[in-house]
């Protein structure tokens, strides 16, 4: 058999892995933008935070009063 047979012979199956390779192939990479999109989510929620520090007796701290305490 020469090498041009033998080739034309792995030819059709070089094709279908190729095919069955695919639908993995956009899965992964659904499932890589949605991470980045939570990731992308995360970052903004909390940019946008606004946290207000509690003192023990629950009121709030201020920037000024952080320091003291009495």
Do not use: K
Not at 36 to 54: D, H, S
């Amino acid at each position: 058999m020469s090498a041009l047979t033998e080739w034309n012979t792995l030819a059709p199956a070089v094709r279908r892995s190729r095919r069955q390779g695919s639908p993995l192939l956009y899965f992964l990479g659904f499932v890589f933008m949605l991470f980045i999109g939570i990731l992308i989510f995360c970052y903004v929620v909390t940019r946008r935070a606004n946290p207000v520090l509690l003192d023990p007796n629950g009121t709030p701290v201020t920037q000024s009063s952080e320091g003291s305490h009495h």
